[in-house]
């Protein structure tokens, strides 16, 4: 069963990185329509105060995984291309999300799924040990999430 997760990942990360994924915004599915209207309005420029960039709002972090478990050599400078960007937050939406999610023992919902984008799987954890409540940034994205 493991290896077929990562036979399904291997190809799932190759299907992304062929140039084959839809990157017209309309075309993509909606939670991932939501997330580039909430992260960026649309801006494939933006650059948020923690430094993720593009329409996702990808972090260096973010990156670096990507680059090692997808095999590619992607740079900061191409989270500003919509289709690398939407690639790549469509990967940890997806994929990268439920593991870590399902790695600590977390449900993979879509609330989960929420917190570990805005505010980092650490903060998810966080959250349902009751160490920490959710901050009104992440409170904020669930009522954008939901319109």
């Known amino acids: ?28 599915p909606l939670d991932i329509q939501k997330i580039i209207h909430i992260e960026s309005s649309g801006n494939p420029f933006a650059i948020s105060h923690a430094n993720a960039r593009g329409l996702m709002q990808i972090t260096s972090i973010t990156l670096l995984e990507y680059n090692q478990r997808c095999k590619t050599n992607y740079t900061e400078n191409d989270l500003f291309n919509p289709e690398i960007n939407i690639k790549i937050g469509t990967w940890y939406w997806n994929i990268r999300i439920p593991q870590m999610l399902i790695f600590y023992g977390l449900k993979d919902n879509i609330n989960n799924r929420i917190i570990s984008y805005n505010a980092g799987i650490g903060n998810c954890i966080k959250y349902h040990n009751k160490t920490r409540k959710l901050k009104e940034e992440t409170l904020q994205y669930f009522v954008k999430f939901r319109k």
């Open 1 to 28: 069963m493991v290896m077929f997760k990562i036979i399904i990942l291997c190809l799932f990360c190759l299907y992304l990185t062929t140039g084959n994924a839809k990157t017209s915004i309309n075309s993509l």
